[in-house]
């Protein structure tokens, strides 16, 4: 095989394709949970029919997101998916300890404030970002 | 587990690209595979085998059989 006949390998091709479908969906979903979260306040007045709508495109679309997470997960190499499904792994990890000891702060009175479930998903996405950084200086 | 795919790479004169494109892998995969750092599955170590026309044994040593 000569140099010249090497182009833009399948491999990258398909994992290209999957990262803009999964980025579109992501966004896609960010917005619905906007729409769902904010529009029954501030545009239709919580009228429960527009809202249910809402809150199933939400879930729909949520859906199509996590399928193209899979196909997405499923274009990666083994060491690839091997650095990715062990970051998932330790932030699902994390997110249970630190979450029921979270809310165990509470029932105990050592914190005042209700637990949130935005604080559990920023640990999970600061553990699950470190990890997957962490996996591929491992394996540089 | 080591391996001699950096030297079957550079006999051919291929990048770390051009044959992770041939293994339909990354080219981090292909560096950490020649580095030691990453073992490959069974299925990759046939493909390589196959695209050197080798024997898994040729490309593939248990570092223990070594020592």
Redesign the interface.
């Known amino acids: 095989?000569s140099?010249q006949e090497?182009g833009k390998?399948?491999?990258?091709e398909r994992?290209n394709s999957n990262c803009i479908a999964l980025r579109n969906w992501t966004l896609t979903w960010v917005l619905t949970m906007a729409i769902a979260s904010f529009a029954p306040r501030f545009i239709w007045d919580f009228n429960t029919v527009l809202t249910i709508i809402a809150v199933l495109i939400n879930l729909g679309v949520g859906f199509k997101m996590l399928i193209a997470n899979r196909d997405y997960l499923r274009g990666?190499?083994?060491?690839?998916q091997?650095i990715l499904l062990e970051a998932m792994a330790l932030a699902l990890g994390v997110g249970l300890v630190v979450g029921l000891g979270y809310e165990l702060l509470e029932d105990i009175k050592l914190i005042t404030y209700q637990p949130e479930i935005p604080h559990l998903v920023y640990i999970m996405v600061i553990t699950y970002i470190g990890a997957v950084i962490s996996g591929?200086r491992?394996?540089? | 587990m080591k391996n001699c795919l950096k030297v079957l790479r550079a006999e051919r004169d291929w990048t770390q690209a051009q044959l992770a494109d041939a293994l339909d892998v990354s080219r981090q995969t292909v560096n950490a595979i020649e580095k030691g750092k990453f073992d490959p599955s069974l299925p990759l170590a046939f493909k390589a085998a196959r695209l050197f026309s080798l024997s898994i044994e040729d490309i593939f040593q248990d570092e223990a059989d070594t020592m």
């Open positions: 095989m140099k090497w390998s399948s491999y990258q994992n990666l190499d083994e060491m690839q091997k591929h491992k394996y540089q």
